[in-house]
């Protein structure tokens, strides 16, 4: 990943000099620069405010209700996993920050889920079925609302941001089933070989 960061603004910037388009090259990289600091300050606004909501929601307990509330759907997803524990609530808190398309703020609580699975299950240093699942979970995420992609659209200047939603739901339904799917049949199949 560092080589292709590295190269494409060594490769963009030999092809504006031979084709004698510094100038160019210099303006665009001052005016994009701006805006993509215009665009952080937008969604960080977003960002904040459901970083907020999440940090009041374990406060306030509604973590250990929301893990109970999933305690089924948990259980079948993530075998072995303490109901009502630590870990299976911060699955929940990371699956209902996905829900709501906040992928930033996902991704804290998904690093603190996969601590504590690992701690539950004493890993070691492999990662488990769990641990692969809630990797699963949280590259292909069903979202109810996408915050992050409106926030983008709204800051793009799209009138209506939200109009997105119907697509959303069932490309992220689907995404999700498959990679779920795909994850439960992998799992068979890897104990299958391992037993024999």
């Known amino acids: 990943m560092k080589v292709i ?3 494409i603004p060594v490769i963009s910037f030999i092809f504006a000099a031979v084709n004698g ?22 969604i960080c606004g ?11 929601a374990e406060k306030s307990g509604l973590l250990e209700k929301l893990s109970k509330l999933l305690a089924k759907p ?12 630590r870990a299976a609530g911060l699955v929940a808190m990371n699956i209902a920050a996905n829900v709501l398309g906040l992928g930033n703020a996902s991704t804290p609580l998904g690093i603190a889920a996969m601590k504590a699975i690992a701690e539950e299950e004493g890993s070691d240093g492999i990662a488990s079925d769990n641990m ?7 590259t292909a995420s069903l979202q109810i609302i996408p915050a992050t992609a409106a926030a983008l659209r709204a800051a793009n200047g799209a009138e209506k941001p939200m109009d997105i939603l119907p697509c959303v739901w069932i490309v992220t339904a689907y995404s999700l089933f498959i990679a779920v799917f ?3 049949m992998c799992a068979k ?7 024999k």
């Open 5 to 7: 960061l590295v190269a």
């Open 21 to 42: 388009r510094m100038g160019e090259m210099s303006e665009s990289i001052l005016a994009k620069s701006g805006e993509a600091v215009e665009l952080v300050i937008s």
């Open 46 to 56: 977003v960002m904040c405010f459901w970083c907020g909501m999440m940090k009041v």
């Open 74 to 85: 948990l259980g079948w997803l993530f075998r072995g996993i303490k109901r009502g524990g």
């Open 132 to 138: 692969i699942m809630l990797a699963v979970l949280n």
């Open 182 to 184: 795909t994850a439960k």
């Open 189 to 195: 199949f890897s104990k299958k070989r391992v037993l």
